[in-house]
């Protein structure tokens, strides 16, 4: 069992960056493969980034490439989204997320979620 609680996030401009975390409880954080979602309104929740247990995978969807970066610190049980080039349809409820398998890439293989945090991005 794992619990995820998301901070970060709120109004950026366009252009402008921003970082989320999510922190974990438990001690075997290392030991789950961790991503990001979003949802906007009215839309789906998708896969934004993922990152394997060791951080040395990583995947990112079409609309981030280059401009979203994952990563995570396995010492202080956390997930990172570094934000940049924000524009305004990044605007979403942004969610971590923590799988069993070594890396997920589908919201079908994401066994705990956090609450979710709000980025909101102004044009």
């Known amino acids: 069992q794992v619990q995820l609680v998301e901070s970060g996030g709120g109004l950026v401009q366009a252009g402008g960056s921003t970082r989320l975390s999510c922190a974990a409880s438990?001690?075997?954080?290392?030991?789950?493969?961790m991503g990001w979602f979003r949802q906007a309104p009215g839309r789906e929740r998708d896969v934004v980034a993922a990152?394997?247990?060791?951080?040395?995978?990583?995947y990112y969807a079409d609309s981030v490439k280059g401009r979203f970066t994952i990563s995570r610190d396995n010492a202080k049980n956390t997930v990172f989204l570094q934000m940049s080039s924000l524009k305004p349809e990044d605007t979403a409820v942004y969610y971590c997320a923590a799988t069993v398998r070594p890396m997920g890439t589908r919201r079908i293989e994401y066994n705990y979620w956090g609450q979710g945090t709000q980025v909101t991005v102004s044009s």
């Open positions: 990152i394997s247990w060791s951080g040395g995978s990583t």
């Open positions: 438990g001690r075997t954080f290392s030991s789950y493969g």
